[in-house]
């Protein structure tokens, strides 16, 4: 069966300071894989999304970038964090486009 | 463009009742999926039921079922003898066939009391 991982589950970090977070998936091979985020109380909004090893597409510009270094590794980055980058950091991996998103437990990420 | 519309904020329903939310969307494609999920306080996204437009039949999924009506682009999620463990956000989501895009709507909170 297939699992989806995300780490850290909970991050603290300053203003200005570096981010990387990490999502794998087990148990299958070239999985789509998404980056939403939810700021609370909200719905998800699709950040990045990618297809294949080195192939990212970005939904909403902003100061994230995300990365696909291995077949089931997806990295979500930022150089500088802002206060509006607080939220939860949800990955999601399908097998093809038309089938269902499933979801990783999520990033809490507070930015003071 | 797709989008999906959650008009109610919050419901409440008695356990072992029965209670519905609704869901409208928009779109223009000819083929697309419909589904709905389940986010407890945990906040671990849950697939509840999924729906193919092109099956006219709605789906059921234990105590969830759908009614999906394509004319009217609403797509509703009953949920029978309702659970105390099913207190959660709610999200109706549509993606497109080639889209590669899941769309949220706002979601619902629901909250079953004893």
């Known amino acids: 069966s297939q699992t989806i991982h995300q780490w850290p589950a909970t991050l603290v970090q300053p203003v200005g300071s570096p981010l990387s977070l990490e999502c794998t998936v087990e148990?299958?091979?070239?999985?789509?894989l998404y980056w939403y985020r939810q700021a609370a109380g909200r719905g998800l909004q699709l950040l990045f999304y990618s297809v294949g090893i080195g192939q990212i597409s970005s939904e909403v510009p902003q100061n994230l970038s995300a990365s696909r270094p291995q077949d089931r590794q997806f990295i979500l980055s930022s150089k500088k964090l802002l206060l509006s980058d607080s939220g939860f950091y949800l990955c999601?991996?399908?097998?093809?486009?038309?089938?269902?998103?499933?979801f990783g437990p999520g990033t809490r990420l507070t930015v003071l | 463009a797709q989008t999906v519309t959650q008009s109610q904020p919050e419901m409440s329903v008695q356990e072992a009742e029965t209670v519905t939310l609704s869901c409208t969307y928009d779109?223009?494609?000819?083929?697309?999926?419909l589904f709905w999920y389940k986010q407890p306080p945990s906040r671990q996204m849950i697939l509840v039921i999924r729906?193919?437009?092109?099956?006219?039949q709605n789906a059921t999924e234990n105590r969830f079922s759908v009614n999906f009506q394509k004319a009217a682009k609403s797509f509703s999620l009953k949920i029978s003898d309702s659970q105390l463990g099913d207190t959660a956000m709610y999200f109706c989501?549509?993606?497109?066939?080639?889209?590669?895009?899941?769309?949220f709507g706002a979601g619902t909170i629901l909250r079953v009391k004893s």
């Open positions: 989501a549509s993606s497109t066939e080639y889209g590669n895009k899941l769309v």
């Open positions: 148990g299958t091979s070239n999985p789509n």
């Open positions: 779109t223009s494609e000819s083929n697309y999926y």
């Open positions: 729906q193919e437009a092109y099956k006219q």
């Open positions: 999601a991996w399908t097998r093809g486009v038309t089938d269902t998103q499933y």
